[in-house]
């Protein structure tokens, strides 16, 4: 067997084509920004929110005039050049033949008869011999010598019997011919100085790469943090810390930022006393951090392009950073700083210092720019609709605005909470409980009153419809019950975060008087509006269950449930549960008698027979009493027949 190589470059070409465009198609194709049908654009329409999606779309896609040009664009371009240029090449390269074909060699029909064979080929010497042609620049002599050996060859291949039996056998007039295999690469490929270079990327490029990772992946947690950072976290978070506490440690996290060249004009001074307070002794970097996240939380605008670009990559990071936070405090089971993490997200978000929420909460409306402001134009308001009204009252500009947000506030409402166990009527020790909620956003002003039903037959209807969903969903290996798509929540109002915002909450259930949790925290998302449609069917929310272990022992445990908003400030709920974990006693008898009976092996099992040896129990396999009956049957029919050969 030989081998070629491509030395015209034609097979190269296509394996290069080949694989281009197994990279290219997927990597356009996801680059492409395809418009889903359910495309949330309908979160809050204020206009500070409208705008800051519409500055946030335009910095990420770019627009018609300024395409954003990215490394990815670059990517793409260059590889989609490459691809035409190898397409072209191919399309215009002339490949050998490589299939023996005399009749088209002669150019004559494969259906011609001896006798035209060979008038053709006299035809074609007259024509094509070289003693009848003259050379030119075009044509050379051996041009001329080489097609008419051509000819002769394929008239000989048809006319004389050996070589036709050659030509027909082995596709070749000249017999067996040794088999080829053709090798991709042209022949300087092949040479010592690329075999070199082999070497030096396969043996020292791969393993450098390798090594890079291995070590810069033992300088990270598993979440994505610096180790540095999380010792940091980890000897700084005390159990009874504040959010004040915890955004003073964050600082720790940016030890590797450049020095500050400017702020933000005249207030430089106070955002730097307010970030460096009773902090002395302070690295630059964490001053640098901490001076411009204390900016974003006063709202103080940046004029420099690098540092507003600075701080949002900062702000960006946090919540990374507080989930390490939150990993930290939940397995210590610490519940007042597992609060105060979660209770920091909507303040970082909203662009506001962690102090009094209840004020704060009015400071997040659009066009609000602080509390002080907020207390200017309504002194009296306790809530959100108090400020729309209060707007509303002294005509207000932005009372527009701010009743747009409110109308897709996210204030949840806990419709109702309660523990289940599969297949129990009560929670025995040590058993799987479900913790099911069901959940609506209720927006301020917003009713969120249930149909009145005076039919008895439809409200039993009703009630044994949504029983059945309910126990379906207990039973489902999913953790939120399904809805249609157009459902699900859009963006959240949050024009000061750096990108779009969808709202979510925490799920913590704890014990109050020891202030440790009982459950982890849990993020769920896409809690629904409230909406006519539910009411109608007493379904106006959406069920959610949170699996852990019960208690070991008997009792009654009073515990609570908080759930907060990683969005908005203040939007809060709790709830105080009582759990009661029975004894197996408890079971009436037949249900204890049914538990026990399926704990038992089968005796015809090798479990079964091993509880035997044992002394212990087992579960009797029942005899088919069909078989007997149908016996009986056949002895009673064969008595019959005895007695009517009898008679």
Not at 283 to 309: F, T
Not at 454 to 462: A, E, N, P, S
């Amino acid at each position: 067997m030989g081998y070629n190589y491509d030395e015209s470059g034609y097979m190269s070409a296509l394996f290069l084509l080949s694989f281009l465009a197994l990279v290219l198609i997927p990597t356009t194709l996801s680059s492409l920004p395809f418009s889903s049908g359910n495309s949330k654009t309908d979160g809050c329409e204020c206009g500070p929110c409208v705008e800051h999606r519409a500055e946030i779309h335009t910095a990420e896609h770019g627009s018609l005039i300024r395409p954003k040009i990215t490394k990815k664009f670059v990517f793409l371009a260059v590889g989609w050049a490459v691809f035409a240029v190898v397409a072209h090449r191919v399309a215009t390269t002339e490949v050998e033949n490589k299939v023996y074909n005399p009749f088209e060699i002669l150019g004559i029909s494969a259906t011609s008869t001896e006798k035209e064979i060979k008038s053709h080929f006299k035809q074609l010497s007259k024509k094509y011999h070289p003693d009848k042609i003259k050379a030119t620049a075009e044509e050379t002599i051996e041009m001329i010598q080489n097609r008419f050996v051509e000819f002769t060859k394929a008239y000989k291949s048809l006319t004389d019997e050996t070589i036709r039996k050659n030509w027909e056998q082995y596709g070749n007039p000249d017999g067996r011919q040794q088999v080829e295999s053709g090798i991709a690469i042209p022949t300087w490929m092949n040479s010592s100085w690329m075999l070199a270079v082999y070497g030096i990327l396969f043996g020292g490029g791969l393993p450098f790469m390798v090594g890079k990772w291995w070590f810069g992946s033992r300088q990270r947690t598993k979440d994505g943090i610096n180790t540095k950072s999380a010792a940091a976290f980890f000897t700084t978070l005390k159990e009874e810390a504040t959010t004040e506490d915890i955004i003073g440690t964050l600082g720790r996290a940016y030890e590797s930022r450049k020095q500050i060249i400017e702020m933000a004009g005249s207030k430089y001074t106070d955002v730097l006393k307010i970030a460096t307070h009773g902090q002395d002794g302070i690295r630059e970097p964490r001053r640098k951090a901490l001076i411009l996240l204390y900016s974003h939380l006063l709202r103080v605008e940046i004029p420099n392009a690098r540092l507003r670009a600075e701080q949002t990559q900062i702000l960006v990071q946090l919540p990374l950073l507080l989930n390490a936070f939150l990993t930290i405090s939940t397995s210590r089971n610490w519940l007042v700083s597992t609060l105060a993490i979660m209770r920091l997200h909507p303040f970082l978000v909203q662009g506001l210092l962690p102090i009094a929420p209840d004020l704060s909460r009015l400071a997040q409306l659009p066009g609000v720019a602080s509390i002080k402001d907020a207390r200017e134009v309504a002194p009296r308001a306790h809530d959100l609709d108090d400020m729309v009204k209060a707007m509303k009252e002294k005509s207000d500009t932005r009372a527009s605005d701010v009743a747009k947000a409110v109308q897709k506030w996210g204030r949840i409402d806990l419709v109702d909470a309660q523990f289940r166990v599969i297949g129990e009527r009560i929670v025995t020790p040590n058993a799987i409980i479900f913790l099911v909620l069901k959940l609506r956003i209720s927006p301020p002003g917003v009713p969120t009153l249930v149909k009145e039903e005076t039919d008895v037959d439809k409200i039993k209807q009703r009630v044994k419809a949504n029983t059945e969903k309910d126990n379906e969903f207990l039973v489902s290996k999913s953790d939120a019950e399904p809805i249609p798509d157009e459902k699900t929540t859009g963006y959240a109002h949050a024009p000061r975060w750096p990108t779009n915002r969808k709202p979510s909450f925490w799920v913590v259930l704890a014990e109050p008087k020891t202030n440790r949790l009982v459950v982890p925290p849990t993020r769920i998302y896409d809690v629904p509006y409230s909406s006519e449609e539910g009411r109608e069917t007493d379904r106006d929310y959406r069920s959610y269950k949170i699996q852990f272990q019960g208690p070991n022992g008997t009792g009654t445990f009073g515990w609570k449930i908080f759930i907060v908003s990683d969005t908005f400030i203040g939007e809060e709920v709790s709830r105080n549960l009582t759990l009661t974990v029975d004894d197996v006693s408890a079971l009436e008898a037949d249900e204890q008698a049914y538990e026990d009976e399926i704990s038992d092996p089968d005796e015809d099992t090798l479990e079964g027979q091993m509880a035997l040896m044992k002394g212990g129990k087992v579960r009797k396999i029942e005899e088919d009493d069909d078989d007997d009956e149908s016996t009986t049957d056949g002895d009673e029919d064969d008595d019959s027949d005895s007695d009517s050969d009898s008679d």
